[in-house]
């Protein structure tokens, strides 16, 4: 069956139409393909424009990261950020290693003050005499009873040497310039002007033996 033709009157392409209806259809088809470009380049801009903002804030954050480590050199190396991290990570464990003795050492300090409690008592050589004491370095501070096991350990350190106790107030008019240092023994005396640091050597040297009878 031969296909049917159109009418004569139907057009089948945009050359078969009429002048105006040419220049109509070509006015929308370049209408159609300036609004495309116009698109496109839009969306190719606004991908550009959110690569380079994501460049930036990860320059921005790069930057932030090597000022808050202190790195002044080569913010984009990688390898010197990481050793920067590491060094600022060690360096702040370290502060807070020190912060956490520190505290420790007030709450000591502390619990050694409440067991002590009206008793009259040389602090410094108790507590050089409490650090020789492993029982009490091993007290845990955050332990629930942790008070009730240094007022133990204080008063065993007190049982053990009574002439911690001071019997008197005062100085004995002892000239005490010639037996802080050297090898000569010191007396209780000595010790009300020494640093708990000097009085822990002197332990460590033997010269409070005879006050601790050893």
Not at 90 to 116: C, H, P, W
Request: no cysteine; charged share 30%.
């Amino acid at each position: 069956m031969p296909p049917k033709q159109q009418p004569a009157d139907q057009p089948n392409s945009v050359d078969a139409l009429p002048d105006w209806a040419q220049n109509m259809v070509r006015d929308l088809r370049e209408e159609n393909a300036k609004h495309r470009n116009k698109a496109k380049t839009a969306a190719e801009e606004a991908a550009k424009r959110e690569q380079e903002q994501a460049q930036a804030a990860r320059d921005e954050l790069v930057q932030n990261i090597a000022q808050a480590l202190g790195l002044a050199n080569d913010p984009d190396d990688p390898q010197a950020l990481l050793e920067a991290a590491n060094s600022k990570n060690s360096e702040y464990e370290q502060q807070v290693k020190e912060l956490t003795d520190q505290i420790n050492t007030y709450r000591r300090n502390d619990a050694i003050d409440q067991a002590v409690g009206d008793r009259r008592v040389n602090k410094n050589l108790l507590k050089a005499v409490l650090a020789q004491d492993n029982a009490y370095r091993q007290i845990d501070v955050n332990a629930d009873n942790f008070a009730d096991q240094v007022s133990e350990a204080v008063n065993k350190a007190l049982d053990a040497n009574p002439e911690l106790v001071q019997a008197t107030r005062g100085q004995s008019g002892i000239d005490t310039s010639n037996t802080k240092n050297g090898d000569q023994p010191l007396t209780r005396d000595d010790l009300k002007t020494m640093s708990a640091e000097d009085i822990n050597q002197a332990v460590r040297d033997g010269r409070l033996d005879h006050l601790l009878k050893r």
